[in-house]
Each structure stands twice: as structure tokens, then as C-alpha cells.
């Protein structure tokens, strides 16, 4: 089992003949995901070797879902074209839609989300990120750039505003392993949030803890907080980056600002626990009380 991607999941790529792109299409391939072509206006009718493998371009995503059945599209689209982009996918239908790149406008991304809950959204898209390392249910499939030989298959869920913080607890706790690990993204708008993804692994029968990593700023974490009180019933743990963090200034999350004691990591810290999360000071002190949880389950 895992949340929102699995080893039937059919995925596009969206500027998959530019560098980063091809580059993660390849690594996508190598994870075993089922990668079945790309979009570049361009570039249609024509192939791309990658991985070993002969990619068809199509001119848009909902050619491309005609002619392959595919759910998932991963973006590696530059942030001015992004928007575009992502309305192209909701348009054609898309299920899943995973934003990887980093400088999207606030405003177009904001123009984005107000689309996703708009009736045009027939298909209910549901978008990940942007700015963020997407998703990845190990040993099945990867729509992004999450490492895929860090962690196997097993019953944690984690979801985590940071890119490398995701990577660094999947390593610590590669010997239990994941259902789905899914970055959602540092940006102030963002598509899926901590409170989706925490519902999706308490509906998910394999997954039986869960790890939620947040950073200083906004107040998705104290959010995420009251809804876990509220709605679920599987022990959670928490990290929140930003500890040592100077009062007022920007940190390099876009999301991460932080005024007086709203946004902090100990106020976010506190609200966690105030509702039976257990939080580390550090990402290690954090898998070590996920590895207590594990042993006692």
C-alpha cells in the first residue's frame, strides 16, 4: 500500500528534454517507475532515449494522456513557464501533478491553487509542491528526485517541507523503511499539505507511524497540530528545522519567516506536543523516538 503513487502509476514529464529533466527521468527510470513519455510543444513526434528505454514527446499533456493512460506528471519547467504549465495538466485531466521546480512566482502558484479548487479541476488534480523533492513509495515508483537507494519499503509514512531533511530521515530509518515519503514543499503556497498527507497515511492500512517534518514560519505545523488531535489515531512524530534561528529574518525556505514567537520552532515545538507528538531537537534524536514507537508497536 502507499499514498497517492504506486507501482501501476503511469507518469509524464514535463520538460523532460531539458537537462534536469532528462537527468531525473533517467534516475525516475532507474527507481522503476513507469515512465511513459514527455511534453515539449517543440519536440512532438519525436523520441528520447533514456535509461535505456525509447520515450515518446507529445505536444501537450492531454495528447499524452490520450495516448498512454498516464495519472502522473512530473514538472521540470522553468518557474516563468510553470503556471502554464500546471493549468495545461489540470485541463487535460491529470491526477496527480508533481511541481519540482524551485522560484515559482507566490503569485502564480497562488493562481494555481485557486485553480486546483476551482470547477475547473473536473478531475480533482491533486498537486505536489512546488519546490519540492516530490514523491517516492520505494521498490514501486519515484515522481521526482528523491535518492531511491536510501530506504525500502516499509510502514512509516513521512512528510516533510524539506528536500534534504526528507533524504537524511529516510537514511536514518532506512532498516524499518516507507510506505511513501513525500516532500510537500517550503514555498508559502503549496499544493498538498502536512494535514492532506497525514490523513492519506491514517487511511492507509500498511502505514503505521508516521514522521512529519516542518520548518520555522506560517503556521501549517500548528495547523497540522489541532488536526492530528482531532482526526489521527496513529502515533506521529515531529522535526521542525530552524531552532537556531534569528528572530525576523528570512531563512532560506521561502515560507520561512519568522515574527515574535509566531512561526518559531519551540511554538511549534510545543503545539505538537501539546496534542501527544513526540518532537526531536534534531533529525537523529527524531528517527531514534520513531525507532522507540516502531519497537513497541
Given at each position: 500500500m502507499?499514498?497517492?503513487?504506486?507501482a501501476?502509476?503511469?507518469?509524464i514529464?514535463?520538460?523532460?528534454?531539458?537537462?534536469?529533466?532528462?537527468?531525473?527521468?533517467?534516475?525516475?527510470l532507474?527507481?522503476?517507475?513507469?515512465?511513459?513519455?514527455?511534453?515539449?510543444?517543440?519536440?512532438?513526434?519525436?523520441?528520447?532515449?533514456?535509461?535505456?528505454k525509447?520515450?515518446?514527446?507529445?505536444?501537450?499533456?492531454?495528447e499524452?494522456?490520450e495516448?498512454?493512460?498516464?495519472d502522473?506528471?512530473?514538472?521540470f519547467?522553468?518557474?516563468?513557464?510553470?503556471?502554464?504549465?500546471?493549468?495545461?495538466?489540470?485541463?487535460?485531466?491529470?491526477g496527480?501533478m508533481?511541481?519540482?521546480t524551485?522560484?515559482?512566482?507566490?503569485?502564480?502558484?497562488?493562481?494555481?491553487?485557486?485553480?486546483l479548487?476551482?470547477?475547473?479541476?473536473?478531475?480533482?488534480?491533486r498537486?505536489?509542491?512546488p519546490n519540492?523533492?516530490?514523491?517516492?513509495?520505494p521498490?514501486e515508483?519515484?515522481a521526482g528526485?528523491?535518492?531511491h537507494?536510501?530506504?525500502?519499503?516499509g510502514p512509516?509514512?513521512?512528510?516533510?517541507?524539506?528536500?534534504?531533511?526528507?533524504?537524511?530521515?529516510?537514511?536514518?530509518?532506512?532498516d524499518?523503511?516507507?510506505s511513501?515519503?513525500i516532500?510537500?514543499g517550503?514555498d508559502?503556497?503549496?499544493?498538498?499539505?502536512?494535514?492532506d498527507?497525514?490523513?492519506?497515511?491514517?487511511?492507509d492500512p500498511?502505514?503505521k507511524?508516521?514522521?512529519m517534518?516542518?520548518?520555522?514560519?506560517g503556521?501549517a505545523?500548528?495547523?497540522?497540530?489541532?488536526y492530528?488531535?482531532a482526526?489521527?489515531?496513529?502515533?506521529?512524530?515531529?522535526?521542525?528545522?530552524?531552532?537556531?534561528?534569528?528572530e525576523?529574518?528570512?531563512?532560506?525556505?521561502?515560507g520561512?519567516?519568522?515574527?515574535?514567537?509566531?512561526?518559531?520552532a519551540q511554538?511549534?515545538?510545543e503545539?505538537?506536543?501539546?496534542v501527544?507528538v513526540?518532537?526531536?531537537?534534531?533529525?537523529s534524536e527524531t528517527?531514534?523516538?520513531?525507532?522507540?514507537i516502531?519497537?513497541?508497536?
Open positions: 502507499s499514498i497517492y503513487l504506486n501501476d502509476s503511469k507518469i514529464v514535463q520538460g523532460m528534454t531539458g537537462g534536469m529533466g532528462s537527468k531525473h527521468t533517467t534516475l525516475m532507474e527507481a522503476g517507475s513507469n515512465i511513459v513519455g514527455g511534453v515539449n510543444a517543440r519536440k512532438a513526434g519525436t523520441t528520447v532515449e533514456l535509461g535505456g525509447e520515450l515518446p514527446v507529445f505536444g501537450d499533456v492531454k499524452a494522456m495516448k498512454t493512460g498516464a502522473v506528471s512530473v514538472l519547467v522553468p518557474p516563468a513557464f510553470t503556471k502554464a504549465a500546471c493549468i495545461e495538466a489540470i485541463d487535460a485531466g491529470i496527480l508533481v511541481v519540482i524551485e522560484g515559482v512566482p507566490v503569485q502564480d502558484t497562488a493562481e494555481v491553487w485557486s485553480y479548487q476551482s470547477e475547473a479541476n473536473h478531475a480533482g488534480t498537486m505536489i509542491g519540492c523533492p516530490g514523491i517516492i513509495t521498490e515508483s519515484l528526485i528523491t535518492p537507494t536510501i530506504a525500502g519499503k512509516i509514512g513521512l512528510v516533510s517541507k524539506s528536500g534534504t531533511l526528507t533524504y537524511q530521515m529516510m537514511y536514518e530509518l532506512k524499518y523503511g516507507f511513501t515519503a516532500g510537500i517550503g508559502p503556497v503549496i499544493g498538498t499539505t502536512h494535514i498527507a497525514l490523513q492519506a497515511f491514517e487511511d500498511e502505514t507511524a508516521i514522521v517534518i516542518g520548518e520555522i514560519g503556521d505545523e500548528e495547523r497540522a497540530a489541532d492530528i488531535k482526526n489521527i489515531t496513529k502515533p506521529v512524530v515531529g522535526y521542525v528545522a530552524g531552532f537556531t534561528a534569528p525576523g529574518k528570512t531563512m532560506g525556505h521561502a520561512a519567516i519568522v515574527s515574535g514567537s509566531s512561526g518559531t511554538a511549534k515545538k503545539a505538537l506536543e501539546a501527544g513526540k518532537v526531536g531537537k534534531t533529525p528517527a531514534q523516538l520513531m525507532r522507540e516502531m519497537q513497541s508497536l
